[in-house]
């Protein structure tokens, strides 16, 4: 092992270019030869390969996004494409390769681990939606959740200053982690996600009862999976009697300055995941796990469900559960 390559996949997050900052400065001092691929699986497949120095990653730690840019690649599904990615790779001599990327970004990384003959893979769980299996964490969660946290606060100004509701729009994909978190923390009345059932009357008769008391604003977060965004802002209006506006924060929450949380893990992860290669690791994901990192089979992350953890669920519960 001597030349090894980073590429990032899928959605961006901040906390990458930390990750890119470490990858290089890491390998260095282990005696490789780092490598970039530009653009993830689409620059693998166009030999959009170089070699990485210092200067390349110089000042970008602060960075949201990721210098080496992303991609979601359909030519990559087809066998032809990725033996055109394999013998990019072999062209370079680059013997080991680093993923940043969610659940699909591992199984393409999986099918061209058993597709290779002496190219060896790790995985650093990188989505905002922290929905892999086998990890409590992944890079750009807890940078994601400050940005939904200014955004709530800010809205707040204005939901008590024209007394109104306001439904607030997060995103997760399929999973209302980011959603039930950032409602925990910012002290909304209402969260919605589809992991707890949910029915909108047991809400009624206690915001009826605050607003007799003199409540006059209302925060709902609501998880993207669900798509009741309108419905929940129809029943504030019809039902609830107060108005109601839709915030979607849509992609701002993949974005913005990566917060020191995000910058550590970024450098924890990208240890790992090299350690553990030149350990030799032909193909693992780096978890992270009850305080501490380990690294799993792809099959362990990539083909199951993830689950929120019980005691968040717990709480989020409590939502709705007064009358």
Not at 169 to 198: D, F, K, N, Q
Request: some cysteine; charged content about 25%; aromatic content about 10%.
């Amino acid at each position: 092992m001597k030349n090894i390559a980073i590429l990032c996949s899928g959605g961006d997050v901040s906390g990458m270019n930390a990750a890119l900052k470490r990858f290089v400065e890491y390998s260095i001092a282990k005696g490789l030869t780092p490598y970039f691929v530009d653009n993830g699986f689409e620059g693998l497949i166009d030999n959009n390969i170089y070699q990485a120095g210092y200067s390349d990653v110089a000042g970008i730690i602060s960075r949201g996004g990721t210098k080496i840019h992303s991609s979601r690649s359909e030519r990559f599904m087809k066998q032809s494409y990725r033996k055109q990615a394999l013998d990019n790779l072999k062209t370079h001599d680059i013997t080991s390769l680093v993923v940043l990327g969610g659940d699909g970004s591992f199984k393409g990384m999986q099918v061209l681990g058993d597709e290779s003959e002496g190219i060896s893979f790790s995985g650093i769980p990188a989505t905002i939606d922290n929905d892999i299996a086998g990890t409590e964490y992944c890079l750009g969660v807890d940078t994601a959740l400050n940005m939904i946290k200014y955004a709530i606060d800010s809205i707040r100004d204005t939901a008590s200053s024209f007394s109104r509701a306001f439904v607030i729009e997060a995103m997760g994909r399929e999973c209302g982690y980011l959603a039930l978190v950032s409602a925990l923390t910012s002290g909304a009345e209402m969260c919605l996600i589809p992991e707890i059932p949910y029915d909108l009357d047991n809400y009624k008769e206690s915001f009826q009862k605050q607003i007799k008391e003199g409540r006059e604003y209302f925060i709902a977060v609501v998880s993207e999976a669900l798509k009741k965004s309108e419905e929940v802002a129809k029943w504030f209006d019809e039902e609830i009697g107060i108005e109601s506006r839709i915030m979607v924060l849509g992609h701002i929450q993949r974005g913005g300055n990566p917060t020191v949380y995000d910058r550590l893990m970024a450098f924890h992860f990208v240890t790992q995941a090299i350690d553990v290669l030149l350990e030799g690791n032909k193909s693992s994901v780096i978890c992270y796990n009850d305080g501490g990192f380990n690294h799993k089979k792809i099959e362990e992350v990539a083909f199951k469900k993830y689950q929120i953890k019980e005691d968040l669920l717990k709480l989020g519960m409590e939502f709705g559960s007064h009358k």
